[in-house]
């Protein structure tokens, strides 16, 4: 994207000059927090995660149970397909009585908004049960491309997850991170069905690895940020025993 290897080297020092000074500081506080805790010890590489967490439970006093509780499962994803309905002019319809793998697995067509074009589908295997392939990614189930009698061939994608199930009447909560995760990963979806590749081999998932994330890393802003109008963490936000689902 660069270009030249000469940007990528200016690009690398400007963000090593603005950071540095930064970096240090923070670097200052997690080494005194070992130090109140473990004495004088030196500071490691293994260390960081962890003094990372407790120096973030120092100076915010972070209560993640009580955060869990304002991000239930079905409020969140409901949030997050109509935040990208609304975002990219597209519209989702789930598919009913269809035969799947699982129960608790659904699925959906998706639309152009404005044409009424059939552009693809999409499945939701987010619930966690014995045996599931244990990590939150997305699997291009069939990439778009054009046939040889001149129709398209619309592009398939599951989104795969590890989210709790209900129990006992009771919502399932997600950690924030998690919310970040799922909206990270259901960018690709979106990314892989929007794709107008009249080749398979260059339909949307199947490129090198930088074009790949970017959409989804940009598209992460929609959780992290405060304010974006009609289309920010509150719709994906509510606690759990008043939100409407």
Same mark, same amino acid.
């Given at each position: 994207?660069?270009?030249?290897?000469?940007?990528?080297?200016?690009?690398?020092?400007?963000?090593?000059?603005?950071?540095?000074?930064l970096?240090?500081?923070?670097?200052?506080?997690?080494?005194?927090?070992?130090?109140?805790?473990?004495?004088?010890?030196?500071?490691?590489?293994?260390?960081?995660?962890?003094?990372?967490?407790?120096?973030?439970?120092?100076?915010?006093?972070?209560?993640?149970?009580?955060?869990?509780?304002?991000?239930?499962?079905?409020?969140?994803?409901?949030?997050?397909?109509?935040?990208f309905?609304?975002?990219?002019?597209?519209?989702?319809e789930?598919?009913?009585?269809?035969? #799947?793998? =699982?129960?608790?697995?659904?699925?959906?067509?998706?639309?152009?908004? $404005? *044409?009424?074009? @059939?552009? %693809?589908? /999409?499945?939701?295997?987010?619930?966690?049960?014995?045996?599931?392939?244990?990590?939150?990614?997305?699997?291009?189930?069939?990439?778009?491309?054009?046939?040889?009698n001149?129709?398209r061939?619309?592009?398939?994608?599951?989104?795969?997850?590890?989210?709790?199930?209900?129990f006992?009447?009771?919502?399932?909560?997600?950690?924030?991170?998690?919310?970040?995760?799922i909206?990270?990963?259901?960018?690709? #979806?979106? =990314?892989?069905?929007?794709?107008?590749?009249?080749?398979?081999?260059? $339909? *949307?998932?199947? @490129?090198? %690895?930088? /074009?790949?994330?970017?959409p989804?890393?940009?598209?992460?802003?929609?959780?992290?940020?405060?304010?974006?109008?009609?289309?920010?963490?509150?719709l994906?936000?509510?606690?759990?025993?008043?939100?409407?689902?």
């Amino acid at each position: 994207m660069p270009m030249t290897s000469r940007k990528v080297l200016e690009f690398l020092e400007e963000m090593s000059e603005q950071l540095s000074d930064l970096a240090n500081r923070e670097l200052t506080v997690l080494k005194e927090l070992k130090m109140k805790e473990e004495g004088d010890a030196q500071f490691g590489m293994e260390d960081l995660l962890y003094y990372m967490k407790r120096g973030e439970q120092h100076k915010v006093d972070l209560d993640i149970g009580e955060i869990k509780r304002y991000f239930p499962v079905k409020l969140v994803i409901s949030g997050m397909l109509k935040m990208f309905q609304d975002l990219f002019a597209l519209r989702f319809e789930e598919i009913k009585d269809v035969e #799947v793998w =699982h129960d608790t697995v659904r699925l959906f067509s998706v639309w152009d908004a $404005s *044409s009424s074009d @059939l552009l %693809g589908y /999409f499945f939701l295997d987010i619930f966690s049960r014995e045996g599931k392939y244990d990590h939150t990614c997305v699997v291009a189930l069939q990439n778009g491309c054009m046939c040889s009698n001149g129709s398209r061939k619309v592009p398939v994608a599951v989104l795969l997850s590890q989210c709790p199930k209900e129990f006992d009447g009771n919502s399932a909560l997600l950690r924030f991170p998690e919310v970040v995760r799922i909206f990270h990963e259901f960018s690709h #979806v979106v =990314h892989h069905i929007s794709n107008r590749a009249t080749f398979s081999r260059f $339909s *949307s998932l199947r @490129l090198e %690895g930088d /074009f790949a994330e970017i959409p989804s890393l940009l598209l992460e802003n929609w959780v992290l940020r405060e304010h974006f109008p009609e289309n920010d963490v509150r719709l994906l936000s509510g606690h759990h025993k008043v939100c409407q689902y």
